[in-house]
């Protein structure tokens, strides 16, 4: 009898158990969130977060799609393929946000800051050879971007602006991924491209090219963002959970790979542990990738303010067709609420 009223409770307890597993399944299943982003060092607060566990700590299973450039993951976006994008802020976006697409810019992720080595633009050993040095000597000459309208074509204008040149006065010359970018300046078949690290210390190191200028020292600018779909904004609990773990990974980047002291870095004990998490992904030798780490706000703050001012330049120079009021799309109420519940454990 003993033995008989023991196996029931073992019974009923393995039922119990899995009955728990089950709905536990499905209630992870409905926790899967689909990211676009590119190979890129910028992207490393996904990479820590998906490394170090923080999205399974919020019970949530994100899978991390990559893409050649940013247009396509606002076009996955716009189709429902993707429910986070986590690329860089472009025309394409604010157009397709101008004509309807319910995308809410949500958090930070990567300024051109100064000290910080994101974007440079690359003069091909050819050009180089012929005298190419300054801004003064593009006019006339191509200068690489990925797309018309991106946020390397923004630069660009943005920059030849403070110099006292014009788009006009290059020839603006769209060349697709940033691969085809780095490959044409290394070919010599373009004089100039902008490039993205760790491309750029790549091509410096292996003899590929060489850095004009980097876009930190000219301008302050939210070039990438994560920006949330309607089905993300629309669950707040699954909203929130990303962007704890998103936050999380962001402090860990940080406090790891970005502090300063005096203007030199100061690296973390977890500096050697990024590094490896962002050489997993983006393919580049651990080495090469310290030598150029772009700058995350510690919090994945958004720059909220340099939204507008984007709007308007890309609207001025024809590349978004109504106007848009930022306010529609800039939403930092989830980054509030998960920082506060973050920061209240």
């Not at 490959?183 to 078949?189: G, I, K, P």
């Not at 203007?263 to 590094?275: M, N, P, Q, Y």
């Not at 340099?306 to 106007?323: E, L, N």
Request: net charge positive; proline share 2%; charged share 20%.
């Amino acid at each position: 009898m003993v033995h008989l009223t023991i196996r029931r409770v073992f019974n009923l307890l393995a039922s119990a158990l899995l009955i728990v597993f089950v709905n536990s399944a499905f209630a992870f299943a409905d926790e899967k969130i689909q990211v676009g982003a590119l190979r890129l060092t910028s992207s490393a607060p996904l990479f820590i977060a998906a490394e170090k566990g923080y999205f399974t700590d919020e019970g949530l299973n994100v899978e991390l799609k990559f893409m050649k450039s940013a247009q396509p993951v606002a076009m996955a976006l716009a189709s429902g393929d993707i429910d986070v994008g986590a690329t860089g802020l472009t025309a394409g976006l604010y157009n397709a946000a101008a004509n309807g697409l319910n995308v809410s810019i949500v958090a930070d992720k990567g300024r051109i800051w100064p000290e910080y080595r994101l974007i440079a633009l690359m003069i091909s050993n050819e050009a180089w050879k012929k005298g190419v040095r300054t801004l003064a000597d593009l006019k006339g000459k191509r200068v690489g971007v990925t797309q018309m309208g991106s946020t390397f074509h923004y630069i660009l204008g943005n920059i030849l602006s403070q110099n006292g040149m014009d788009l006009k006065d290059v020839n603006v010359t769209p060349l697709g991924g940033v691969k085809n970018m780095m490959d044409a300046v290394a070919a010599n078949r373009i004089e100039t491209a902008f490039m993205v690290q760790p491309f750029c210390t790549v091509m410096e190191k292996k003899g590929m090219g060489h850095v004009m200028l980097w876009a930190g020292n000219e301008m302050h600018y939210q070039i990438a963002a994560i920006f949330f779909s309607e089905k993300m904004i629309e669950n707040e609990a699954l909203s929130l959970k990303f962007l704890r773990a998103y936050i999380r990974a962001c402090r860990f980047y940080y406090d790891n790979c970005l502090t300063r002291k005096d203007g030199v870095l100061v690296k973390g004990t977890g500096f050697d542990e990024a590094i490896g998490y962002i050489a997993k992904y983006t393919s580049r030798k651990p080495a090469l990738i310290a030598l150029g780490l772009n700058y995350n706000d510690r919090n994945g703050k958004l720059l909220a303010q340099d939204i507008q001012r984007q709007i308007d330049w890309y609207h001025s120079h024809k590349m978004v067709g109504k106007k848009l009021d930022a306010r529609r799309i800039v939403n930092l109420e989830p980054w509030q609420k998960a920082s506060k519940s973050l920061d209240g454990k």
